[in-house]
T-cell receptor, first 117, second 116 residues
Framework: AQTVTQSQPEMSVQEAETVTLSCTYD???????LFWYKQPPSRQMILVIR??????QNATENRFSVNFQKAAKSFSLKISDSQLGDTAMYFC??????????????FGKGTHLIIQP | DTGVSQDPRHKITKRGQNVTFRCDPI?????LYWYRQTLGQGPEFLTY????????KSRLLSDRFSAERPKGSFSTLEIQRTEQGDSAMYLC??????????????FGPGTRLLVL
């Protein structure tokens, strides 16, 4: 079974700072996808960024980027120039390609990120 | 593009009652997922449909839980004989066909269930 671990229950940074959220995962499979989702206080889960395991290049989406270390099974999220609207729960998630979607996403417990004005 | 919608957004029920939640996926998304999220936890996968076929249901929490997607469009999740432990947020997600996008799931706003 796959597991996802987020070791930082809560983080707090000042607006405009850069923050990195950690995620590690465990799998014996080689082909999978990793995601970061954001869940603001309104609780709608929003996709932030996606990484295919077969791609060596780290994914980026505007102020959001990842550091994907496949050998170390690490997948951290970096938020640059943080904004008040980035305050939310952030979840790291994993899904196998071989399952065809039938395994569903496996989520970590989340990191509560607070951006201070 | 209309996102995933769920109805109702909130449901309060008494222990022992049956409840049903509805999910409408993004149009043309053939894959649909249900998750449960309890306070302070990440979502937990429950079941998965590809079109009208329920391809994974072993993760449903008990035989009191069932889901349908009769015409491959909207889906319903039913909980029979609710218990206080069923209180949670129930999330629905959908994903598009095609190998490049099928693993990327988009979530609805959820249905928050409170069992008294």
């Amino acid at each position: 079974a796959q597991t996802v671990t987020q070791s930082q229950p809560e983080m707090s940074v000042q607006e405009a700072e850069t923050v990195t959220l950690s995620c590690t995962y465990d799998t014996s499979e080689n082909n999978y996808y990793l995601f970061w989702y954001k869940q603001p206080p309104s609780r709608q889960m929003i996709l932030v960024i996606r990484q295919e395991a077969y791609k060596q290049q780290n994914a980026t989406e505007n102020r959001f980027s990842v550091n994907f270390q496949k050998a170390a099974k690490s997948f951290s999220l970096k938020i640059s120039d943080s904004q008040l609207g980035d305050t939310a729960m952030y979840f790291c998630a994993f899904i196998l390609v071989s399952g065809g979607g039938a395994d569903g996403l496996t989520f970590g417990k989340g990191t509560h990120l607070i951006i201070q004005p | 593009d209309t996102g995933v919608s769920q109805d109702p957004r909130h449901k309060i029920t008494k222990r022992g009652q049956n409840v049903t939640f509805r999910c409408d996926p993004i149009s043309e998304h053939n894959r649909l997922y249900w998750y449960r999220q309890t306070l302070g936890q990440g979502p937990e996968f429950l079941t998965y449909f590809q079109n009208e076929a329920q391809l994974e249901k072993s993760r449903l929490l008990s035989d009191r839980f069932s889901a349908e997607r009769p015409k491959g469009s909207f889906s319903t999740l039913e909980i029979q004989r609710t218990e206080q432990g069923d209180s949670a947020m129930y999330l629905c997600a959908s994903s598009a066909p095609g190998t490049s996008q099928r693993e990327t799931q988009y979530f609805g706003p959820g249905t928050r269930l409170l069992v008294l």
